[in-house]
C-alpha cells in the first residue's frame, strides 16, 4: 500500500499539562508534539515513496480544524489523487461557546463537520492526535457520531492518555502508533472500493499557504547617528537555505535544521550538525 503524508499543526499555543510544562517546552526530552511527530513519522515513513512530509501550520483560537483539512485536499487533487494521510496534532478540542445549546454547533464545528464530510469524497483519511489534558468530549463524539461520509475517514487518539500508561517506552510508543494508524487500511480499501483512488474532482479550494513566519531576533537599540540594516539582512539570510544560498527554508529534517526542498531532497546527513538524516519534513503554513 502506497501512501503519501500530511502533518498539521496549531501555530500558536501556550498550553500545559498537569505536569507543570508547557507542551511546547524545548529540552533534553521530547514534548508531546515532538515525540508525536517522531512516532508518526517513523512509522508512516516506509510506505511514503518520497518520505517528504508537509507540515501544515493553521491558528489556533477560536479553534477549527477546517483550514488544515481544505489544504490537505488541496494537496491530495494536485497529486492526482493519490492517498494520503492528514494527522493534526492539537492540544485541543473544536471551539464550542458557552452559548451555544445543547444539539447545536458552533460555526468552528459546523465548518469542521462539513471539511471532513468533504474530505470523505477523496482518497484522504484524517488521524487527530489529542495532546495535552484535554478535555477530547467532544472530539470522542466527533470520532463516531459524523453523518454522511461517503466512509468513515476520521478517526481521533489521545496521546497523552496511551503515554500516561504503566508501560515501557518502546511499548507506549508501539500502542499510540497502531491506535493511530490501526483504521488506514480499512479506509484505503474503502476509498478503493468508492473508486476515489486517482480521481481529481477539480472542486477543491485552491490553498495558497503563507511563507514560514520570521524567527523572533533580539535587537539592541542602536544610536540614531548609526542607522543600520545588519539586523534586517541577517534575518533575510536566516531564511535562505544554508546550501543553495537561494531558495527559501522550506524543508526540516529530524535533527531540527533546515533547507530548501530542492537541496534537502538529495542529502543523506544534515549540513548542519552532520546528524544521518532519518526524516524530512515539507513546511507549509497558512
Not at 187 to 210: D, H, M, S
Request: aromatic residues 6%; charged residues 20%; hydrophobic residues 35%.
Amino acid at each position: 500500500m502506497a501512501l503519501k503524508s500530511m502533518i498539521g499543526l496549531p501555530l500558536i499555543s501556550n498550553r500545559h499539562c498537569l505536569v507543570i510544562m508547557s507542551l511546547h517546552d524545548i529540552g533534553d526530552t521530547p514534548n508531546p508534539y515532538e515525540a508525536a511527530i517522531s512516532i508518526i513519522g517513523k512509522t508512516l515513513a516506509p510506505f511514503d515513496e518520497d518520505n517528504l512530509i508537509p507540515c501544515l501550520g493553521f491558528g489556533d483560537w477560536p479553534t477549527s480544524y477546517a483550514p488544515v483539512v481544505e489544504a490537505a485536499i488541496d494537496i491530495v487533487e494536485r497529486s492526482g489523487g493519490q492517498y494520503h494521510v492528514l494527522v493534526i496534532i492539537a492540544d485541543g478540542q473544536v471551539t464550542r461557546s458557552v452559548n451555544t445549546g445543547d444539539g447545536e454547533l458552533s460555526p468552528q464545528e459546523e465548518r469542521t463537520i462539513n471539511s471532513i464530510v468533504n474530505a470523505s469524497f477523496y482518497p484522504l483519511s484524517i488521524v487527530l492526535v489529542g495532546v495535552g489534558d484535554g478535555p477530547w468530549v467532544d472530539m470522542k463524539k466527533f470520532d463516531d457520531t459524523i453523518p454522511a461520509c461517503e466512509f468513515d475517514n476520521f478517526q481521533f487518539v489521545n496521546f497523552t492518555a496511551i503515554m500516561s500508561k504503566e508501560a515501557t517506552s518502546s511499548d507506549k510508543e508501539t500502542a499510540f502508533a497502531l491506535a493511530a494508524l490501526m483504521e488506514i487500511p480499512i479506509q484505503y480499501k474503502a476509498a478503493f472500493e468508492l473508486g476515489l483512488l486517482g480521481c481529481v474532482t477539480g472542486k477543491a479550494r485552491k490553498i495558497v499557504p503563507r511563507p514560514p513566519p520570521v524567527p523572533y531576533t533580539h535587537r539592541s537599540v542602536l544610536p540614531s547617528h548609526r542607522p543600520s540594516n545588519l539586523s534586517t539582512r541577517t534575518d533575510e539570510q536566516s531564511q535562505v537555505c544554508p546550501i543553495c544560498l537561494t531558495n527559501g527554508k522550506d524543508m526540516a529534517f529530524g535533527c531540527g535544521h533546515m533547507t530548501c526542498k530542492e537541496c534537502g531532497s538529495r542529502l543523506s546527513n544534515c549540513p548542519i550538525c552532520r546528524q544521518q538524516i532519518s526524516s524530512r519534513l515539507r513546511v507549509y503554513t497558512g
